[in-house]
């Protein structure tokens, strides 16, 4: 195969089969994930850090950028070990890279949260306990509409953060791999020799998965948060922020609307532009006006209401079709991204 394959497309095909893995299996139930051992540490870091920095601001500032060094920093580590593993023993590390990657993209998990939910419905009290697994906001008295709408805004604005961002880092850490010298073993699915000087594919997908988990555990604006959160939450903003707008760039052509790909661009940078995150309110708008659905309005949270501005107001309120919509643009965008990655790993082979 190596043989067979410039080192830019073997790189570029290790993705591919971790997404195929992605969505055949998902988030098998009963194995560890990643992200709970993430999880597992930033909850002790949490405590030994609440203990040494009480109430003080600036304590907390320092411990919360400690956290994140150490939660972003060992998994990079983590998932460089996992890669010179798959290099130098490609029969048992391959495997192990392929699930490690597989692990850091949740297409298929979140649509098949979201269509669990709007498969309850009629029943108000299933679906609600079923979105309480996948929304931040307080779910007690949505009402069937405002069910849809939850399910909607959690497509969409989930669709970077659980599948577009990682997958983009994936492909910036496989194109750093594909400018190593082509390996001469005939067993190895991997470009071999300089390689092991940076991290690739897992170790960056790995980061951004922990700086997201940290921006979903502490990044909150309450408390004691207000200050231990902080640097989990830039970090977070950081790395969705590209990857949030080619999603927003590249979903007209997902919807077969490739003349509105400059319009609705702009609109969904402006009309996202007032939601107090840099990213959420880009991608819901992207993906509202790509799906032809009204999102936004208010949204009751344990700190209380925010109102959510309103997205591509012109079309109807969510329903169950437009859910369906906003998941198979997700399934769409996910093997444009594939295509023209690999058009491009292909002509860096060739170069």
């Known amino acids: 195969m190596s043989q067979l394959l410039a080192a830019p497309l073997q790189s570029w095909l290790i ?32 405590r030994w850090a609440e203990a040494w920095a009480g109430d003080a601001p600036g304590r907390l500032r320092s411990a919360g950028g400690l956290i994140t060094l150490l939660v972003v920093g060992g998994s990079i580590g ?3 070990a996992v890669e010179w593993l798959a290099l130098a023993w490609p029969l ?24 669990v939910v709007v498969a309850a419905l009629p029943d108000t ?18 009402d069937h509409a405002e069910i849809l709408r939850a399910a909607a805004e959690t497509a969409s604005e989930n669709a ?19 400018a190593a010298p082509l390996t001469a073993e005939p067993l190895a699915l991997l470009p071999h020799g300089a390689e092991l000087a940076h991290p690739g594919p897992l170790a960056l997908a790995w980061a951004f998965k922990a700086a997201s988990t940290l921006d979903s555990m502490l990044g909150y ?19 969705t922020w590209l990857p949030c707008r080619l999603v927003a760039l590249s979903l007209p052509l997902a919807a077969a609307r490739p003349r509105s790909t400059l319009a609705w661009f702009r609109a969904a940078l402006q009309q996202g532009a007032s939601d107090p995150s840099p990213n959420a309110g880009v991608s819901q708008a992207a993906y509202a006006l790509a799906a032809g659905v009204r999102l936004g309005g208010t949204n ?9 501005p309103i997205l591509a107001p012109q079309h ?20 444009l991204w594939l295509l023209v990655s690999g058009l491009v790993f292909l002509l860096l082979g060739w170069g």
């Open 300 to 308: 009751r949270y344990a700190e209380g209401l925010r109102e959510k």
């Open 78 to 80: 983590a998932g460089w």
């Open 160 to 178: 970077v953060d659980g599948l577009f961002a990682p997958l983009f880092w994936m492909l910036v850490g496989s194109a750093l791999w594909g």
């Open 92 to 115: 048992l590390g391959l495997p192990l890279l392929l699930i490690g990657l597989a692990s850091a993209l949740a297409g298929r998990s979140l649509e098949q949260a979201v269509a």
């Open 221 to 239: 604006r309450r408390g004691r948060l207000i200050w231990l959160g902080t640097a989990g939450a830039r970090l977070d903003d950081l790395l």
């Open 15 to 46: 993705v591919l089969l971790a997404c195929g893995l992605d969505q055949l299996l998902g988030d098998p139930r009963g194995w560890i994930h990643p992200v709970q051992v993430m999880g597992a540490a930033i909850s002790q870091l949490r």
């Open 316 to 335: 109807p309120a969510a329903d169950a079709a437009a859910v369906q919509r906003i998941l198979g643009l997700s399934a769409r965008l996910e093997g």
């Open 125 to 142: 009290l299933l679906a609600r306990q079923r979105l309480a697994w996948i929304v931040g906001r307080e779910v007690e008295h949505l």
